[in-house]
C-alpha cells in the first residue's frame, strides 16, 4: 500500500490544524486521500523531527534489515516496497535503492537493524556539543542512537547502550535528555550531563 495514492498507509500526510488539506501539498490536484500525501513509500515510520532549518526528518523500520533515516522532500518517493535495503522476511529479496534511481534513497541506513523508535533533534544549551544532532531510541539494538546532521547529510556518530529497549527520546525544557524505556516496568530517565 505504500505505493498506493488511494489509501495513506506509507505516506507521511499534511493537514491544516482543523483537518483540512492544504492546497499547495503535492498531491492536491488528485483529490481524495492522495491530496494529503506529502510524501510516500515508507514501510513503518515511527519518527519525525524538524531540525533549526525547518528540514523534516523520518526514521523508519526496515523490513529483514534496512531501518532508515530519510530527508523528506516535498513529494518524495523512497520507493518501498519496490526498493529497500533490507529484504522480505522469509528471505526473498527486495532490490536496494541503488538499483532505482527515481526514488530517494536514504541518508542512513542500517542493518543489522537498531528498530528505531523516536526522533528528536536537540536544540537544548546543557549538552552544547549536540545541539542539532538527532537523537533515535533503538529497540532491538537497545541503545540510544546520536546522528550528527550536517545540511542534508547524516552519520551515525555513537550508540550508547542502555541495556533495555527505548521506546522514545525528548529534550526537556531544561535541555536535558528524557529517555523512555519500552515494556511493562519502562522507566523514564532524565539525562544529564557529568
Same mark, same amino acid.
Request: proline fraction near 8%; aromatic fraction near 8%.
Given at each position: ?19 483540512? +488539506? ?26 519525525? $523531527? ?48 541503488? +538499483? ?16 528505531? $523508535? ?45 541495556? +533495555? ?30
Amino acid at each position: 500500500p505504500a505505493q498506493d495514492m488511494s489509501g495513506n498507509l506509507g505516506k507521511l500526510i499534511r493537514l491544516n490544524d482543523d483537518g483540512s +488539506t492544504p492546497a499547495d501539498n503535492p498531491f492536491a490536484q488528485q483529490g481524495g486521500v492522495a491530496a494529503q500525501v506529502w510524501s510516500l513509500g515508507h514501510r513503518n515510520p515511527l519518527g519525525i $523531527a524538524f531540525d533549526a532549518q525547518g528540514r523534516l526528518w523520518e526514521q523508519e523500520m526496515g523490513p529483514q534489515g534496512g531501518d532508515e533515516l530519510n530527508l523528506i522532500q516535498r513529494g518524495g518517493n523512497y520507493g518501498y516496497p519496490e526498493v529497500s535495503n533490507g529484504d522480505h522476511y522469509g528471505g526473498k529479496p527486495i532490490p536496494d535503492h541503488a +538499483t532505482r534511481p527515481e526514488f530517494i534513497p536514504p541518508k542512513i541506513t542500517w542493518t543489522p537493524v537498531i528498530s528505531p $523508535a523516536g526522533l528528536m533533534i536537540y536544540a537544548g544549551d546543557r549538552f552544547p556539543a549536540w545541539k542539532g544532532n538527532a537523537f533515535i531510541g533503538g529497540l532491538s539494538s537497545k541503545a540510544l542512537v546520536r546522528i550528527e546532521l550536517k545540511g542534508e547529510e547524516a552519520r551515525e556518530v555513537e550508540r550508547y547502550a542502555m541495556g +533495555t529497549r527505548i521506546r522514545d527520546v525528548e529534550e526537556g525544557p531544561n535541555g536535558s535528555l528524557w529517555v523512555l524505556e519500552d515494556g511493562a516496568k519502562a522507566r523514564l530517565l532524565e539525562l544529564q550531563p557529568k
